[in-house]
């Protein structure tokens, strides 16, 4: 049983650039306009967060199984969804209400885009820059989300509250089934704890109860990133600095417009670029006129003022930091970083902080798990028992009595 994927939702008020985060990290063609309510259906594609591959170091090539490697950076895949945009008072309707939100009951991280630069009203009509605040937005939104959720896990407890007084253990029934929101059962534990409900019995909860229980549940099972998108125009830049101040660390200047004209301008090859990079090498001696003016906005306002588009970077902090993930790559053969058929470092497993050898072990195969003896630091030589707990970037053996095959 490989890992469980990593899926990362993107939510946010409508028309502000969530389809087209979504299309710069996925390449998949889907439809863009500046009007609200673009996107009906969701879409689903797959992204990939970088990580520095350890083939340099070990002096080897990779064979990656999923996802590909450049020059020593790998790149991993994770599952992207992009849904149907929001407005204040969706959970009560409005716009396209908030059920198209469901479609994100499966992600274990979101990425809110905020227009940071003011140019879109409330309900996601195009205005002028500035003349709307995105700190103002991105409340309205997150309230939104959470009244989804909350909405979610009521219809739960009050489904589970007409049968929960023969339940064994009313926690266990809780978190079977709350895991269609991707809600794992030590987040309802905790939630639980932290809502102050031990003794209370889940059929008696009141509508505060769960809603703070919801609050808490969404906080450590949805954990949310803000991408301050359209930093590509200027007046955005103080924006961003409001949004940290009011979000704290997690929020990050976007500009997906600019990955996604720097993507397309490299499958063209009029540049070389790496998703990610500060910069990009023109390498086509014959660009169109509208690439050139694009670019060169880009190098100002986007590359040159922020470092990078973003895009990447607010990916991989949803992953890594708001979701607490490592990446390690199991291996067969500790001296030659293979698996069974001469593939190198071939699987780059996205796993929870604080996983452990042997639960690495169940997920590469549930057998190798039973019957683990102990693991291997293919860097070290170093024999591992089974609570070692992984690091980012270890290369892991694991020894079992039985052969995994
Ligand atoms: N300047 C600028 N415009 C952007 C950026 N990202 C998106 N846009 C524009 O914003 C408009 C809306 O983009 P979409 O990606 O369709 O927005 P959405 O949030 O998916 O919208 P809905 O699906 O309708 O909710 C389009 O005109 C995009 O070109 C950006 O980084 N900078
Ligand atoms: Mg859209």
Known sequence: MPPPERVVGVVGKTNVGKSTLF??????????????????KPNIGVAHVRKKCPEIELGV????RTGFCIS?????????????????GSSSGRGLGNKFMDDLRQADVLIHVVDASGSTDPNGNPAQPGSHDPVEEAKLIQNEVELWFSSVVRRIVEKISRYILTAKDPVELLAQNLSGLSVRKAYVVSAVKEAGLEDKKVSSWSKEDVESFSRILR???????????????????????????EFGEYVYPVSSLAEYILREASGRKYIEYTPGDSSYRVIGSSIPEAFKKALKLIDENVLGTYGSTGVQQVLEAAVFNALSQLVVYPVEDH????DHYGNVLPDAYI??????????AYMIHSELGET?????????????G???VLRDGDVIKVVATAAHS
């Open 23 to 40: 299309a710069s990290l996925t390449m998949i063609s889907v439809e863009i306009s500046n009007r609200p309510f673009t996107t009906i």
């Open 61 to 64: 090539k990779c064979n990656p």
């Open 219 to 245: 906080r450590h099972s949805k954990p949310i990133i803000i991408a301050a998108n359209k930093v590509d125009i200027p007046i955005a830049r103080a924006n961003v600095e409001r949004l940290k101040e």
């Open 386 to 388: 089974e609570s070692y």
């Open 351 to 360: 796993v929870s902080r604080g996983t452990t050898a042997r639960e690495l």
């Open 372 to 384: 683990f003896l102990y693991a291997i630091n293919a860097r070290s030589g170093e024999r591992l």
């Open 72 to 88: 020593g950076t790998r790149f991993i895949p994770v599952k992207l969804i992009d849904v149907a945009g929001l407005v204040p």
């Open 335 to 338: 001296r030659k970083f293979t």
